[in-house]
Every structure is written in C-alpha cells, then in structure tokens.
C-alpha cells in the first residue's frame, strides 16, 4: 500500500530561523496536499501541488513538488511563533478517493 | 456558519460502553470521511463515504460502524469500547466523488475521546 514518510518528526527553531519540512512516498503520486494543525485544533488545508516540479507561494511559506513526483517540501522563511504547530503533508496515487496522512512535523518556536 | 461541525466535542465513558460521535457538514460536499488522530498526532483514515455510500473502510475493528442518512451527515457508532479507542477523532468532508483524486478537505473540530 501507499507509503509516505514525514520528515523531521520535531523542529525546534529560534524565532526568525527558517523551517522545511520533507515528505517522500514510494511510489510516484498525483498530487500532494499540505495541511496545518495548531495546538489543540484540527488540520487546516494550506495548498494542493499536482505537477511535476511545481512551486507554489504563500507568503513565507515555499511549497514545492519534485520532479520525479514523489517527493514534496514545505519551507518557511523567518518562522514565526504563528508558525506553530503540526504540519502534514497527504497523498494519493491511487485516483481512488483516498488520502494518505504522512506522520506530521512538529514546529516549536522560540520567542 | 460552522462549515464541519461534531458533536461531541469531548466525550468520557467506561470500557464497554456504545457511544456515537456525529458529524454534519454545510458545504455541499459529496465526500466525508472520519479520521483517527492517536496521541502521537498520527492522523489515519477510517472510512470515507461519497453520497451516503461507503467508498473506504480501512482495516477498522467491526466495533465501528459509520452511518449516512445523507450526503451532509456521516456518524460514527462504536460498541464495546476500549481502551485503545482512546484518541482524537476527526469528521472532514471534501467535493468529488470515489475514484477521483481528493481535493481539499475542510476537518470539523474533533471529538476527544477517552475511555477509561
């Protein structure tokens, strides 16, 4: 079955450091979601990549799509303390209404 | 207007006991699903539903039994609850049907369970 790996499992980061997080699956996938999860609250949808190579911009948050679609990245530039929490990158390769959950990184920040 | 809603939001009970979790979204969505959040954060589905059919049922203990009565309501029923049932477990819904690459799900709050 489908198998995707989050990495790393914690970051703990100074108030102004940058931030990335990696997510590998193996096998190649149709596309990859990204999803925040602030302390004590539910997953919130950031962005959907779907094309090889692909780089999307939210502010300071990077997101990009390898180019052998099977690896994605989330990085933040100058973290924030807003930028806690648990981010989890989802999957699907199969086109079959199913989302695979990597196992999330966590981001602490210190002021 | 709540777009995912559940209730419970907390819930507490014996080992042994029934108890339903139920979720309503406001969307218009075709697809809902129920998530498992452990507390290592570990977010695994459970079953997902694409106009009142059930589409997804991973490997889930019979214990659970989701419900549709429509496209924007999907509950959850466990029996005989255990120890392990003891997690986080989230409602979501998303547009587009079985078969279909999933687009954004939209998650209600949770319902924390604990079972003691």
């Known amino acids: 079955g489908q198998q995707v790996m989050q990495i790393p499992q914690y970051q703990h980061v100074q108030e102004g450091e940058d931030f990335t997080t990696y997510c590998n699956s193996s096998?190649?996938?149709?596309?990859i979601q990204w999803y925040k999860q602030r302390p004590g609250g539910h997953p919130v949808f950031l962005i959907q990549?779907?094309?090889?190579?692909e780089v999307k911009k939210q502010k300071r948050l990077t997101f990009q799509f390898g180019e052998a679609i099977k690896n994605s990245s989330l990085h933040i530039t100058a973290t924030q303390t807003t930028d806690v929490g648990t981010y989890f990158c989802?999957?699907?390769?199969?086109?079959?209404?199913?989302?695979?959950f990597g196992d999330g990184t966590t981001l602490t920040v210190k002021p | 207007d709540t777009a995912v809603s559940q209730t419970p939001k907390y819930l507490v009970t014996q080992m042994g006991n029934d108890k339903s979790i139920k979720c309503e979204q406001n969307?218009?969505?075709?697809?809902m699903y129920w998530y498992k959040q452990d507390s290592k954060k570990f977010l695994k589905i459970m079953f997902s539903?694409?106009?009142?059919?059930?589409?997804i049922n991973e490997t889930v203990p019979n214990r659970f039994s989701p419900k549709s009565p429509d496209k924007a309501h999907l509950n959850l029923h466990i029996n005989s609850l255990e120890l392990g049932d003891s997690a986080v477990y989230f409602c979501?819904?998303?547009?587009?049907?079985?078969?279909?690459?999933?687009?954004?799900?939209?998650f209600g709050p949770g319902t924390r369970l604990t079972v003691l």
């Open positions: 979501a819904s998303s547009q587009g049907a079985g078969g279909s690459i999933v687009s954004e799900q939209f």
């Open positions: 096998t190649t996938l149709s596309n």
């Open positions: 990549l779907v094309k090889s190579g």
């Open positions: 989802a999957v699907d390769n199969t086109n079959a209404g199913k989302s695979t």
């Open positions: 969307l218009g969505h075709d697809t």
């Open positions: 539903y694409n106009n009142k059919e059930l589409i």
